[in-house]
T-cell receptor, first 114, second 115 residues
Framework: DAGVIQSPRHEVTEMGQEVTLRCKPI?????LFWYRQTMMRGLELLIY????????DSGMPEDRFSAKMPNASFSTLKIQPSEPRDSAVYFC????????????FGPGTRLTVL | AQSVTQLGSHVSVSEGALVLLRCNYS??????LFWYVQYPNQGLQLLLK??????LVKGINGFEAEFKKSETSFHLTKPSAHMSDAAEYFC?????????????FGAGTRLFVKA
């Protein structure tokens, strides 16, 4: 299995621009998670989906952030408009819908907003 | 709701010395607990997990952790540190809420290994 795939791996953009991060979960997994990691705030859960349905988006910072999962094999996290404080590494992870199951993380997207 | 607390944001050991990373949990139900490791410029990966079977759990790379209910702890140990163990380690607990499960991660402990 190829594991969780994220694209792009690096993104540099200017303040005010729209940014779209993409994730392909492991085939057969039915839960998908978006995290943000910074030195200051550590690892934060932004949103997670079960069977393509958003379950908990309480971690989404503000209305500038949105996430979709149109099917079981694809999800996007969009920031519009982007701000310098959004600079971070964004991780996608997937797992089975099971309390004991492992989360499998992608390699992350390093976002820099100038 | 479940939570975990990792004691010490940074731990430094000499190569060959014992590694001990501390984690305490808070849970109103029998917890399912995890340790993940993050190497530089990579995502997190599972080291080991406790799912109510044996209290001593063995993981990859020689790590193990012991679940102690009386102490609400799940500390991670390795008898002899290697330079390649330098990474950030996250303790985590599985939390159930409406519609599914999510993993609650601790703040992380960065392990430094000195030659």
């Amino acid at each position: 299995d190829a594991g969780v795939i994220q694209s792009p791996r690096h993104e540099v953009t200017e303040m005010g621009q729209e940014v779209t991060l993409r994730c392909k979960p492991i085939s057969g997994h039915n839960s998908l998670f978006w995290y943000r990691q910074t030195m200051m705030r550590g690892l934060e859960l932004l949103i997670y989906f079960n069977n393509n349905v958003p379950i908990d988006d309480s971690g989404m910072p503000e209305d500038r952030f949105s996430a979709k999962m149109p099917n079981a094999s694809f999800s996007t996290l969009k920031i519009q408009p982007s701000e310098p404080r959004d600079s971070a590494v964004y991780f996608c992870a997937s797992s089975y819908l099971d309390r004991t199951d492992t989360q499998y993380f992608g390699p992350g997207t390093r976002l820099t907003v100038l | 709701a479940q939570s975990v607390t990792q004691l010490g944001s940074h731990v430094s050991v000499s190569e060959g010395a014992l590694v001990l990373l501390r984690c305490n949990y808070s849970s109103s139900v029998p917890p399912y607990l995890f340790w993940y490791v993050q190497y530089p410029n990579q995502g997190l990966q599972l080291l080991l997990k406790y799912t109510s079977a044996a209290t001593l759990v063995k993981g990859i790379n020689g790590f193990e952790a012991e679940f102690k209910k009386s102490e609400t702890s799940f500390h991670l140990t390795k008898p002899s540190a290697h330079m390649s163990d330098a990474a950030e380690y996250f303790c985590a607990v599985s939390d159930q809420n409406t519609g599914g499960f999510k993993t609650i991660f601790g703040a992380g402990t960065r392990l430094f290994v000195k030659a």
